[in-house]
């Protein structure tokens, strides 16, 4: 038995493959560093990003064309050329991640890598020449791509991946702001406009954001319920509980 962060990855790994049950799981984290909940007036900066190297697609145009005129934080270790703004915390430990998302009111969230544009070809061209991946639904939308017979332009292709910034995000109580790439991989865990907001482009994002720094009160009921719900539901004593506690008890000769 294994566990990971891809729930598409182990549902197509289970239909495929005997013998190794895969359970999707989330990140975990321990009890003593979680953080307390501060209310949205307490917090100094409008929004916080973490990433990797992957800056393409909808978090470009985040990075480049919105979050510059706003206080924001941006988490990295990387710093990468171009039109990008300033990687604001350069290193990504874990306590460095909670510390800025404590202090920021929303938090920008994408599950997932995003082709467009030059990419699109090449992501089509490897997934033609892996068949395997037919099968597998983290590749739904290139297969649709493939299966047409003309791909209209500005298409934006997304493989999701459930990131663990959204487990932080949720945890430390900023507002999560997620990209609707049509996967929606992170409804899994949380409820739309309930525990989270979902933007389609830069001016929707823009415009939420507006809205969450005019008017604190009425949006910060939905991060504090992400935030309990991750409290209650997804650190490392309930994973511990809910899914390894089970495999120990189960494995256990009678």
Not at 63 to 83: D, E
């Amino acid at each position: 038995h294994s566990f990971t962060m891809c729930p598409d990855s182990a549902d197509w790994v289970n239909a495929r493959i005997g013998g190794c049950h895969r359970t999707p799981m989330w990140q975990a984290v321990a009890p003593w560093i979680i953080p307390e909940f501060l209310p949205m007036a307490e917090r100094r900066y409008d929004i916080v990003y973490m990433s990797s190297k992957s800056y393409s697609g909808p978090a470009m145009h985040a990075l480049v064309q919105v979050l510059p005129n706003y206080k924001y934080r941006w988490v990295s270790n990387y710093r990468p050329p171009g039109p990008f703004p300033r990687v604001t915390d350069f290193g990504k430990s874990l306590r460095r991640r909670l510390r800025v998302t404590q202090d920021s009111r929303m938090a920008l969230v994408l599950n997932g890598l995003f082709y467009m544009d030059r990419t699109l070809p090449e992501v089509q061209q490897d997934f033609r020449s892996r068949p395997i991946l037919r099968s597998h639904g983290a590749f739904r939308q290139v297969r649709a791509a493939v299966e047409r017979s003309d791909v209209p332009p500005r298409t934006c292709l997304t493989i999701p991946q459930m990131k663990s910034r959204t487990f932080e995000a949720a945890l430390c109580g900023a507002l999560m702001l997620v990209f609707n790439d049509g996967c929606n991989i992170i409804e899994r865990y949380y409820e739309p406009d309930t525990e989270f907001l979902y933007f389609h482009n830069t001016s929707h994002l823009r415009q939420l954001m507006d809205r969450v720094i005019a008017n604190p009160v009425v949006y910060e009921p939905i991060a504090f319920r992400a935030h309990m719900k991750t409290r209650e539901l997804y650190t490392a004593r309930a994973w511990a509980e809910t899914l390894v506690m089970p495999l120990v008890h189960a494995s256990r000769r009678p």
